[in-house]
């Protein structure tokens, strides 16, 4: 596989700069999550044809914020002038879309592709680049994950990104529906898409 | 319980009129459903407090239209000039939303609280009536229903309309999820509400 190559995307750190930010701010736990999302993501991406690098720093980046505070998300919403209906939502959606957000300004990285698909990993959308759909369903089935339809989440990820994605948001409102849960509007409007795109 | 009263409502045919109409239009399986769910939709508004006259009469005509063909709704939705997006849709959604239409035209039916539980009775909506919960949650629990959750089903419909009507939205949604079928939008609108209403 190709090697990493970080610099190369408008970054203001390196790898080892942004690894050593990571372990200062996230668990053990998490950080070791983000790192396989990283090497699943550039593998899928290689597979399928994607921008290696990318869907690599997006993987690494995608759970970047998911252990701040309520406040400081609601903060960050308030400041930057998000979407005020966000403020309805909770951790689940507010580390993917604010969590760029927070990315973009300790890190430095303004890739928009990047930080799309830290964006979109959560709630996935209609129209995802492969870099967004690398990360998303590396997210759902790197090694460690273990549930049950991993075993399918990773037979379609050897098929097809698009089935994979499907399958992904299928089982994500199964889980929700499950618990009683709201959905948050915009994957629904993403499992309607994908569930006629990807063939399951 | 109170005597069928539906000349009370602004209605062109009385029940006998209205019966023979269905008879002629309906196969005998339907008939037989919409005169079960008329009876359990009466049975409702009498338990929990409703209109036991426009239940009734919504719930005898909640699938008058179901066995129109798809060329019938599509003309039905450009003539009376309805939402164009409708078309995107089967007879799963035009059954309520156009049949109601049908209603109208054909039986002389004006009667909004009427119409609007036949319009909602597949989707369900945030903003429904106590008639239109009677309806939607006979026509799940009527004593010919049989299917996992039937049991789950009729005990929510003991203990209050609105556990009934989340806990169908959300049968209904795992059913659609099930198959890898599209949500119709209000279908979802309706889910996100009442699974935080119906305490479930």
Same mark, same amino acid.
């Given at each position: 596989m190709t090697d990493f190559d970080y610099d190369s995307i408008k970054t203001g750190l390196n790898r080892d700069e942004i690894i050593d930010r990571m372990r200062d701010t996230l668990s053990d736990f998490r950080f070791s999550h983000c790192v396989r999302v990283e090497k699943v993501s550039r593998g899928l991406a290689a597979e399928f044809g994607g921008d290696i690098q990318r869907a690599g720093l997006a993987g690494l980046l995608?759970?970047?914020?998911?252990?701040?505070?309520d406040q400081e998300f609601a903060d960050v919403i308030t400041k930057k002038n998000?979407?005020? *209906?966000?403020? +309805? =939502? +909770?951790n689940a959606i507010w580390h993917g879309v604010v969590g760029a957000e927070i990315v973009k300004d300790e890190? %430095?990285? =303004?890739d928009e592709d990047v930080l799309n698909a830290i964006r979109r990993h *959560?709630? %996935?959308? *209609? +129209?995802?680049t492969q870099i967004d759909k690398c990360v998303f369903v590396a997210d759902f089935i790197e090694p460690a994950r273990d549930f049950p339809g991993i075993k399918e989440a990773r037979d379609y990820a050897e098929k097809s990104l698009d089935s994979a994605v499907a399958f992904e948001l299928k089982h994500s409102l199964e889980h929700l529906i499950s618990k009683n849960r709201e959905i948050y509007p915009e994957t629904f409007v993403s499992y309607n898409y994908w569930i006629t795109k990807g063939e399951l």
């Open positions: 995608h759970d970047y914020a998911k252990e701040r505070s998000l979407d005020p *209906t966000l403020l +309805n =939502y +909770n890190l %430095g990285i =303004y *959560t709630v %996935g959308a *209609t +129209n995802m």
